[in-house]
Every structure is written in C-alpha cells, then in structure tokens.
C-alpha cells in the first residue's frame, strides 16, 4: 500500500475524485449566490486548508530562495486557475453539473496538445487515440438530444 500511495496514479485517481465531487458540490453551493462569490468564498476554503496543510508539515520555504522565473510561471498558472473557476462556477450556475464537468474536462485533452506543441513532450498512436476518445466522450456527455 505505501508504494501505491507514492505513485502519481493514486493522486491522479484521487484529484478525478475530489474533482467530481467540487463539481456536485459547487452546484448546489451556487444555487442561491453570485457565481464569482461563490469562487471567492471556496478560494478563501482553499488557501486556509493549503497554508494549514504547510504549517502542519513545515513545508513553508524561504521566498527569497524561489527564482524569478518559478515565481513568473506559478503567477500565470495561479491567474489561469482563477480565470478557470470564475468559468467553471459561471457554467455550473448555468448548466447541469452532469453536462458542464465533461466539457471542463476537455482541459485534458488541451493539456495533451499544449504539452506536445509547446513543452516538446511525445504522445504515442494509443496515447493519441486515448485523447480522441476523451474529447468525444466529453462532446457525447455534454450532448442534450
């Protein structure tokens, strides 16, 4: 069991996990409020649990020590997570969770293509057909015939 929890497949099971329970949870939290309170208050959520999380396991690191260059990168992932759960929440408030969590997950599919175009990484025949298919199971999800 410990070198499964040491594996980067049981935190990815576990973020799918955790992922599909933000989606039924934010839904039924921003039935009766603002869209983009209700991604202030869960951010606020977020950053009480991180920063209690680094307390408990004295994880905080020197500032000082984190180059410009890490601080650029986390900045732009940090205006593009905001941006995404402005549009997430937006969504949610709109949509069925059933409907708006497949079309959000198209992220993996941009992931795959923002990987090889810009990070030079390399996905095989069966890896390009696995991203064909989440992209058509997510269309086909979200689909309301």
């Known amino acids: 069991?410990?070198?499964w929890l040491g594996a980067w497949q049981f935190w990815a099971l576990a973020s799918a996990g955790f992922a599909a329970l933000?989606?039924?949870f934010a839904k039924i939290g921003v039935e009766n409020v603002n869209s983009?309170?209700?991604?202030?208050?869960?951010?606020?959520?977020?950053?009480?649990?991180?920063?209690?999380?680094?307390a408990a396991t004295?994880?905080?690191?020197?500032?000082?020590?984190i180059s410009a260059r890490t601080y650029l990168f986390l900045a732009l992932s940090?205006?593009?997570?905001?941006?995404?759960?402005?549009?997430?929440?937006?969504?949610?408030?709109?949509?069925?969770a059933a409907r708006v969590a497949p079309i959000d997950k198209l992220s993996t599919v941009l992931v795959a293509l923002f990987g090889v175009a810009?990070?030079?990484?390399?996905?095989?025949?069966?890896?390009?057909?696995?991203?064909?298919?989440?992209a058509c199971g997510a269309l086909l999800v979200a689909y309301k015939g």
Request: with cysteine; hydrophobic share 60%; charged share 15%.
């Open 36 to 54: 983009d309170f209700a991604t202030f208050i869960r951010t606020l959520v977020i950053l009480a649990v991180v920063a209690a999380i680094l």
């Open 78 to 96: 940090g205006l593009a997570t905001g941006a995404s759960w402005l549009c997430y929440f937006r969504a949610l408030k709109l949509g069925d």
């Open 1 to 3: 069991m410990k070198l």
């Open 118 to 134: 810009f990070l030079g990484e390399r996905l095989s025949a069966p890896n390009w057909l696995g991203v064909l298919l989440i």
């Open 58 to 65: 004295r994880q905080f690191q020197p500032l000082a020590e």
């Open 22 to 24: 933000t989606a039924i």
